[in-house]
């Protein structure tokens, strides 16, 4: 049965929101301001979910989306909303988690970090499966709500020359014959190389192993195979390639990474972010600060480069022996690394790493909640310990609302600044940026 309900607002999920019966309904594919036909398709106990079958009365920001698989693919969820209104949604979330949850308001709002919108992600890892019923392979992302993968031949947020890889992938599956015994394709793209590893159940046949060597030259890529945990990650065809690697040339600093290592899928955004940080923080020679969550030393090594002593800590000896290959690599001596778990910080380790002047912290969605924690309070003694300044980089909005409360109601902090960064477009995704300040 369908209903019509008028759309109250957008969820941090960017699904519309509206009453029926009183109860709040999660509407996908409806915008605030709209009227639409809807279907509810589950029901909870304390809400409905339910699908947009028409939409009877649009909104201004309503446009068509780009790509032709929007709705069946659950890459995306927003692409029927504005660009800049789906910013604007993000600042949104992240103000109404600090107020709801924080209890906190920065002083100011920054304004949103923009970029690509389209073919912006370097970084995915596309599903594969053999599918009888559709006569070959698929690769790509999942439907929405399903384990079942999108059917579909090209993709308009990765970056093109990969999307153009899709159909010649799926082609390719239905020549391998261990096809069935491939579950994900890693995507990585670096600013010469862009690397494939293929997760492997099976190995190749030796016909196999010359299909992969064949494809690789044909579309000019570097092939990886990983047989079993990350540690098994190794390059199967070409052997000699240029390194994958990243840049930021405000710092001039070249980053090289393996193709599973963590990095942020949106170089524009990231560059812009890592500038803002290094902005926000204000790193000054003399200074010690302390790089927390650190991986292989994005944020670390422009610390660096403004001359600060700076320590990156990180709970993967990998990422930490990657980054101090880079800080080699970038001849910045400054910059030393240590493995630590961040997440069992407590204040005697703390404090027996020394004193720093100023602190960022880059921690993955569940936050530093134990790091926050371990901060000497503000007590006249104990400031003479604590780091003055924090830079707080954070992709998900809720635990930084959650640590943010810790700061500045326990531990004395100002909120001064925060904004979010548009790091994935059309998704729901939301990367921000916070200045802590005593």
Same mark, same amino acid.
């Given at each position: 049965m369908s209903l019509v309900v008028d759309i109250l607002s957008l969820d941090h999920e960017g699904h519309g929101v509206a009453r029926v019966d009183g109860k709040v309904t999660f509407v996908d594919g409806a915008l605030p301001g709209e009227r639409a036909e809807i279907t509810i398709y589950r029901k909870h106990a304390k809400y409905n979910s339910?699908?947009?079958?028409?939409?009877?009365? %649009?909104?201004?920001?309503?446009?068509?989306?780009?790509?032709?698989? =929007?709705?069946?693919?659950?890459?995306?969820?927003?692409? @029927?909303?504005? %660009?800049?209104?789906?910013?604007?949604?993000?600042?949104? !979330?992240?103000?109404?988690?600090?107020?709801?949850?924080?209890?906190?308001?920065?002083?100011?709002?920054?304004? /949103?970090? @923009?970029?690509?919108?389209?073919?912006y992600r370097t970084r995915a890892r596309l599903s594969a499966r053999w599918v009888d019923k559709k006569g070959g392979g698929l690769v790509g992302f999942r439907e929405k709500r399903s384990s079942y993968i999108a059917d579909i031949a090209s993709c308009e947020v990765l970056t093109?020359?990969?999307?153009?890889?899709?159909?010649?992938?799926?082609?390719?599956?239905?020549?391998?014959?261990?096809?069935?015994?491939?579950?994900?394709?890693?995507?990585? !793209?670096?600013? @010469?190389?862009?690397?494939l590893v293929f997760r492997l159940l099976e190995p190749w046949t030796d016909d196999d192993a010359a299909r992969m060597r064949a494809f690789a030259e044909r579309h000019r890529i570097q092939i990886w195979e990983q047989a079993k945990g990350p540690d098994s990650v190794r390059p199967f065809w070409p052997h000699?390639?240029?390194?994958?690697?990243?840049?930021?040339?405000?710092?001039?600093?070249?980053?090289?990474?393996?193709?599973?290592?963590?990095?942020?899928?949106?170089?524009?955004?990231?560059?812009?972010?890592?500038?803002?940080?290094?902005?926000?923080?204000?790193?000054?020679?003399?200074?010690?600060?302390?790089?927390?969550?650190?991986?292989?030393?994005?944020?670390?090594?422009?610390?660096?480069?403004?001359?600060a002593d700076v320590v990156g800590i990180e709970g993967s000896a990998e990422l930490v022996a990657r980054a101090r290959e880079n800080a080699l690599h970038n001849h910045l001596p400054n910059?030393? =690394?240590?493995?630590?778990?961040? =997440?069992?910080?407590?204040?005697?380790?703390?404090?027996?790493?020394?004193?720093?002047?100023?602190?960022?912290?880059?921690?993955?969605?569940?936050? /530093?909640?134990e790091v926050v924690k371990s901060l000497p309070g503000?007590?006249?003694?104990?400031?003479?310990?604590?780091?003055?300044?924090?830079?707080?980089?954070?992709?998900?909005?809720?635990?930084?609302?959650?640590? /943010?409360?810790?700061?500045?109601?326990?531990?004395?902090?100002r909120l001064m600044a925060a904004?979010?960064?548009?790091? =994935?477009? @059309?998704t729901a995704h939301v990367e921000s940026i916070a200045l802590f300040e005593r």
């Open positions: 339910a699908n947009a079958v028409a939409i009877l009365r %649009a909104s201004a920001q309503r446009t068509e989306p780009r790509c032709k698989y =929007f709705g069946r693919c659950g890459g995306c969820s927003m692409q @029927h909303l504005e %660009a800049s209104a789906q910013v604007a949604a993000k600042q949104r !979330v992240l103000e109404d988690n600090l107020a709801r949850i924080g209890k906190v308001e920065p002083e100011v709002m920054l304004s /949103a970090l @923009h970029g690509p919108s389209w073919g093109p020359d990969v999307s153009a890889l899709i159909q010649p992938l799926r082609d390719l599956m239905g020549m391998l014959s261990n096809a069935d015994r491939i579950p994900q394709i890693e995507v990585a !793209v670096g600013e @010469h190389v862009t690397v000699i390639a240029p390194e994958l690697s990243y840049s930021l040339p405000e710092f001039g600093l070249v980053m090289p990474f393996r193709p599973t290592d963590f990095t942020q899928v949106n170089v524009a955004i990231n560059r812009a972010l890592v500038s803002r940080a290094m902005r926000l923080l204000d790193p000054q020679p003399g200074e010690r600060i302390a790089d927390l969550f650190c991986g292989l030393g994005n944020f670390t090594l422009p610390i660096a480069k403004r001359g910059a030393r =690394f240590a493995v630590d778990n961040l =997440f069992e910080m407590t204040p005697e380790k703390f404090a027996a790493l020394g004193r720093f002047d100023k602190l960022l912290i880059d921690p993955p969605r569940s936050g /530093a909640i503000c007590s006249e003694s104990e400031n003479e310990g604590g780091p003055a300044r924090i830079v707080y980089v954070s992709c998900d909005p809720a635990t930084l609302a959650r640590d /943010a409360e810790v700061l500045v109601h326990v531990k004395g902090y904004g979010v960064a548009n790091m =994935f477009p @059309h």
